[in-house]
């Protein structure tokens, strides 16, 4: 799909929602109430600078999300993204990754806790060419649980673990993230902050940190415009100079 139709299409799923109850649509335990959808688009680019040498990688990825809330605190999700060829490495601009799961939440008293899982693949010959490689189909599984506090007047400090193996092949790691931060939502605006951690433990650590962070604006009720990024600050990585990611993001809820 064309990235101005995936654009045009947003923009009108959100001038045609009608008015929603007054919902922090960016929080990290967000889900749709029942029988109601959001919407979540995304465009983000990439730089990875490396020392002692001139050389960069850029990319660019555009990515939509729909979840359906199935009862107040169990929803259901499917995401299609587009890595565009920024570099000249892949075959042509329609570079798709698929992705499908589902999302529980569960409150005691002011303690949130979420939980999710889904099924991500990609087709290695839409990147490359079906004469440049034999690949089959890539397949994960992921699993995320998220532990936050309410503190009150919009405040929710909140902890992530995720994980993601990739499957159909014998010897294979476990990707593994953690991030930690605070959230803050007012009505008007939101900010998220944190510090992430990924690593993987396959024969030896190999582990890299960002600080991330992301500011919402919400024109009504039921849409959040935002804007956000992340930045490498170390990592067993030594090569790598400066790894940095800007985003922009529409949240619609329906």
């Known amino acids: 799909m064309k990235l101005r139709t995936m654009l045009l299409a947003s923009a009108a799923v959100m001038f ?25 688009t995304k465009l983000e680019a990439n730089r990875t600078e490396y020392k002692h040498t001139n050389y960069k ?20 999700f499917g995401r299609i993204g587009n890595e565009f060829d920024t570099e000249g490495e892949y075959n ?3 570079n798709f990754d698929y992705e499908v799961g ?20 990609y087709n290695p010959k839409d990147f490359k060419g079906k004469r440049k490689t034999d690949e089959r189909w890539q397949k994960y ?19 992530t673990y995720r994980l993601s193996s990739q499957v159909d092949v014998a010897d294979r790691g476990i990707e593994q993230s953690a991030f930690v931060g605070v959230h803050k939502y007012n009505g008007k605006w939101a900010a998220d902050a944190g510090v992430r951690y990924d690593f993987v433990t396959d024969g030896e650590n190999d582990n890299v940190t960002y600080a991330q962070a992301e500011f ?39």
């Open 16 to 40: 045609a929602a009608g008015t929603a109850s007054a919902a922090d649509l960016t929080g990290a335990f967000y889900l749709p109430g029942e029988g109601k959808f959001a919407s979540d």
């Open 57 to 76: 990688e850029d990319s660019m990825y555009l990515s939509e999300e729909v979840t359906y809330g199935v009862t107040n605190d169990f929803a259901v």
């Open 92 to 94: 042509n601009d329609h």
């Open 102 to 121: 589902a999302a529980y939440n569960m409150r005691s008293g002011d303690v949130l806790m979420q939980v999710r899982g889904s099924y991500e693949t």
């Open 141 to 159: 599984l992921n699993g995320e649980v998220r532990l936050g506090y309410d503190m009150g007047n919009g405040w929710s400090p909140y902890a």
């Open 216 to 254: 919402d604006y919400y024109p009504v009720e039921n849409v959040a415009l935002g804007v956000y990024g992340s930045y490498y600050l170390a990592g067993q990585d030594n090569e790598v100079d400066k790894d940095y990611t800007t985003g922009v993001r529409v949240k619609v809820e329906f």
